[in-house]
Structure formats: structure tokens, C-alpha cells
């Protein structure tokens, strides 16, 4: 018979300290000849660079990083409605930089000519277009409920370029307009693909400039919104609150997440979306990019030539066996 102490520790030694985020396989599979979409918050870009650094096929936020359900719902539409930007999508500061810009889109796509930044918003929209028509799954990452509308038209604002803040009403959407976005979403990606697989998440950063209780609420509000929809899921707001759960997996911030907390997420997306024949790829690809990436001092030297040798000849070799994997 066990004494007390040794009860405790055979307790303790039994416990599970550690909450892990059970994510069933899913139904559909990616490998390396699967395009992949990404749409929303920074969180999506960070996931969306963890695949291309990998060389997936992958686009990332052609109009820029969007952060809540309405502003999305409008790009979207726009590429699936083929839209041609002109004067009207656009206006210049005239307060700050003097440059080009559309409620719409991130500043990247400004320019210092009105020719321009229609021409780059139209570019995009092509090349969004194009890439959607071949894209096997699209992943949309939501980051808050809170929108940027413009009083004088109404319209949700993906940026606000810095525009006096009288311009705008700034307002969190209840459940069932955030569900009618998201509705909007998955419709307009049907209309350039029908098959298409939609993914939805919610971003794990917390915007704490809401402050605490309103983060929490617009989260729920975006959780409950994609229940409503019975779109599919993949819980990266839980991996983190529920899973990792400690300061350590943040940044400096205390906000972004940590180089680590990212790898994890894309570890159980690889689990999740990848069978075991595309993790090893995936193993391969790594090992490749390692030497690949492998500091050189001297470029002209005779071993250098010989280990560029070596690498093309790795590359041609993994190229044949793993179909899709492009390393050029």
C-alpha cells in the first residue's frame, strides 16, 4: 500500500501539464503541387511565409494585410468580380506624403502618380484572379471585428492612410454582419473556383489597444461568426491561448507571437493538412534549403564551384522526386 507521500508523487508524476489542441485530420490534403491562398491579418502573412520559405505554391494578401470580415469580404468581391480600378477607387493625401492611394488596399500598393496606383491595384486583382482560378485551399486568418467605415459613403476601409479621423465611424459589427461577410467570402471564391476548399481561422495576436475585454469580445464575435457559417476551421487562436499559453511564445510586445509559437502553429498545419509522404518532402526541402543558404566566403574559389555543383544536382534530383517542388 502506497504512503501518503508516495500517493503525491505518483499523482503528480501521472499528471498531464499540458493542454493539447486535438485537430482532426483533415479531409482534404496538401502537397507540393497545391496552390495556396492566403487572406487577412498579419498572422496570415507570417503563416503564409512558413509554406513559401518551404516553396510552396502560395499568395499571400494581394491587396495588403486586411484585419476584419467586411473589408475582406470587399477585396474578395472585387477579384472575383474581375473589378477594373479607375479615378474613383482612388484619392492623394494631400495631407501628409502626397501619394496615391485606395481605401482598399495596403499602402504598398500607393504609388506617386494617380496611373500608377490604378495600375498596380489592377495587377493585383489579375494576378489574385488567376492564382484563385488554380488554387486548391485558401486560408483566411480574421483579426478583429472592429471596422473603419467611411461616413461619407459607408463603406468598410481595409487602410486609412492616415486620414484625419473625422472621416471615419469606427464601430465593432455584431455576429450576424460579420457571418453575412464571411457568407459574401465564400461565395465570391466559389464564383472563381468552385471546388475550392476555404479555411477559415482567427488570429492568436491580441489587439490590445482595444483593450482586454473588447480584444476578447471581438474574437468571439469572429469565433461565433465562422460557427454560424459551418465553414471549416483550424483552431490557431486555441494553440495559442489554450496550448501554449505563456509569455514565452509572444515577442517583445507581448502581443505578435514568437519565431517558435509560428513554427509550432505550422507544424500542426503541416499535421493537420499534409499526409506523411509531403512531411518528408517537407523534411527533404529543409535539409536542401539548409546547405543551400550555407554562408559562402569565397565565391570564386574551386570548392565553391564544386558544392554549386552539387547543389544543382541535389536540386534536380529532389525536383524529380517530389512532383510540384519547384527550387528556382
Known amino acids: 500500500?502506497?504512503?501518503p507521500r508516495e500517493c503525491l508523487s505518483f499523482y503528480i508524476y501521472n499528471m498531464d501539464f499540458f493542454t493539447r489542441i486535438d485537430i482532426p485530420a483533415a479531409?482534404?490534403?496538401i502537397d507540393y503541387t497545391s496552390h495556396i491562398a492566403f487572406f487577412g491579418s498579419c498572422f496570415a502573412d507570417n503563416i503564409s511565409s512558413q509554406f513559401a520559405n518551404r516553396k510552396f505554391h502560395t499568395l499571400a494578401n494581394p491587396f495588403g494585410t486586411v484585419y476584419n470580415?467586411?473589408?475582406m469580404a470587399r477585396q474578395v468581391k472585387a477579384i472575383a468580380s474581375g473589378k477594373v480600378f479607375g479615378e474613383d477607387d482612388i484619392f492623394q493625401d494631400t495631407r501628409c506624403d502626397r501619394l496615391w492611394h485606395c481605401f482598399d488596399a495596403h499602402s504598398s500598393l500607393s504609388a506617386s502618380s494617380r496611373e500608377e496606383c490604378i495600375e498596380k491595384l489592377n495587377a493585383a486583382t489579375t494576378q489574385a484572379r488567376e492564382f484563385l482560378q488554380k488554387a486548391d485551399v485558401v486560408f483566411i486568418t480574421l483579426g478583429t471585428a472592429f471596422v473603419?467605415?467611411?461616413?461619407?459613403?459607408?463603406d468598410a476601409v481595409s487602410n486609412c492612410h492616415r486620414q484625419d479621423p473625422s472621416l471615419f465611424e469606427r464601430r465593432m459589427i455584431p455576429v450576424e454582419e460579420s457571418a453575412r461577410a464571411l457568407e459574401s467570402i465564400v461565395a465570391d471564391l466559389h464564383r472563381i473556383r468552385a471546388d475550392i476548399r476555404i479555411v477559415f481561422t482567427v488570429s492568436p495576436l491580441r489587439h490590445m489597444a482595444d483593450g482586454a475585454h473588447e480584444n476578447s469580445l471581438s474574437k468571439a464575435t469572429l469565433q461565433l461568426a465562422i460557427?454560424?457559417?459551418g465553414a471549416e476551421y483550424f483552431p490557431s487562436y486555441e494553440i495559442v491561448i489554450d496550448e501554449l499559453r505563456d509569455y514565452r511564445f509572444y515577442a517583445d510586445d507581448m502581443v505578435h507571437l514568437s519565431k517558435t509559437a509560428e513554427d509550432y502553429i505550422f507544424e500542426r498545419m503541416v499535421e493537420t493538412y499534409c499526409n506523411e509522404r509531403t512531411r518528408g518532402d517537407i523534411a527533404a526541402v529543409e535539409k536542401f534549403l539548409k546547405s543551400a543558404n550555407h554562408r559562402i566566403v569565397d565565391v570564386d574559389s574551386p570548392a565553391t564551384q564544386e558544392f554549386k555543383k552539387k547543389l544543382a544536382s541535389q536540386a534536380a534530383e529532389l525536383e524529380q522526386q517530389i512532383p510540384g517542388l519547384s527550387l528556382h
Not at 467605415?149 to 459607408?154: A, D, N, V
Open 1 to 3: 500500500m502506497l504512503r
Open 27 to 29: 479531409n482534404f490534403k
Open 69 to 71: 470580415p467586411v473589408s
Open 148 to 154: 473603419y467605415f467611411l461616413k461619407s459613403t459607408g
Open 227 to 229: 460557427n454560424k457559417t
